[in-house]
T-cell receptor
Framework: DTGVSQNPRHKITKRGQNVTFRCDPI?????LYWYRQTLGQGPEFLTY????????KSRLLSDRFSAERPKGSFSTLEIQRTEQGDSAMYLC????????????FGPGTRLTVL | AQKVTQAQTEISVVEKEDVTLDCVYE???????LFWYKQPPSGELVFLIR??????QNEISGRYSWNFQKSTSSFNFTITASQVVDSAVYFC????????????????FGQGTILTVHP
């Protein structure tokens, strides 16, 4: 089975620039999640989709963050006007409808904002 | 609000020792799910186990075992005869469920326990 894939794996950007990350879930997984993990911390929930519908957004997701899953397959997470505090690992996970929310994670995209 | 606490920030053991990782959670729901994930140095979170709040049976999988005690809101994880390959960060997580009994999407993670197994 192909796992969850994320691109790019690393992104270095300058403060104020926009960045976009992509996540491809495992085939047939209808739910897709985004988390953010900073050094020494557990992942923090950002948002999740069931098919193409965005069902929940965390208060961590400021208006500079937007996520989409237009056709219920891959998803993108965009950060506008990046700040140094956005530097983190962005994790994507997916789950199928039959495993009661067991989430399978991708390798993550590490963002560094200079 | 739900919360997960992993009080042990770091644990260091010598190979073949048994080690227990503690997890305490808070939730107002009566139906919820608990998880353990492993994050090796490569960085990718690996699912280990899911437990339903109604099922308090302990579970064993090879060298891994889990002790779920609803009365103390704990879900502890024991590795028997630890090996160097067990070195990783281990996370406990909680997911509350909706009225239909299917989970919400959000996992709430603890801060993780760094386990180092020395040869």
């Amino acid at each position: 089975d192909t796992g969850v894939s994320q691109n790019p794996r690393h992104k270095i950007t300058k403060r104020g620039q926009n960045v976009t990350f992509r996540c491809d879930p495992i085939s047939e997984h209808n739910r897709l999640y985004w988390y953010r993990q900073t050094l020494g911390q557990g992942p923090e929930f950002l948002t999740y989709f069931q098919n193409e519908a965005q069902l929940e957004k965390s208060r961590l997701l400021s208006d500079r963050f937007s996520a989409e899953r237009p056709k219920g397959s891959f998803s993108t997470l965009e950060i506008q006007r990046t700040e140094q505090g956005d530097s983190a690992m962005y994790l994507c996970a997916s789950s199928p409808p039959w495993t009661l929310n067991t989430q399978y994670f991708g390798p993550g995209t590490r963002l560094t904002v200079l | 609000a739900q919360k997960v606490t992993q009080a042990q920030t770091e644990i260091s053991v010598v190979e073949k020792e048994d080690v227990t990782l503690d997890c305490v959670y808070e939730t107002r729901d009566t139906t919820y799910y608990l998880f353990w994930y492993k994050q090796p140095p490569s960085g990718e979170l690996v699912f280990l186990i899911r437990r339903n709040s109604f099922d308090e049976q302990n579970e064993i999988s090879g060298r891994y075992s889990w002790n779920f005690q609803k009365s103390t809101s704990s879900f502890n994880f024991t590795i028997t005869a630890s090996q160097v390959v067990d070195s990783a960060v281990y996370f406990c997580a909680l997911s509350e469920t909706d009225a239909g009994g299917t989970s919400y999407g959000k996992l709430t993670f603890g801060q993780g326990t760094i386990l180092t197994v020395h040869p």
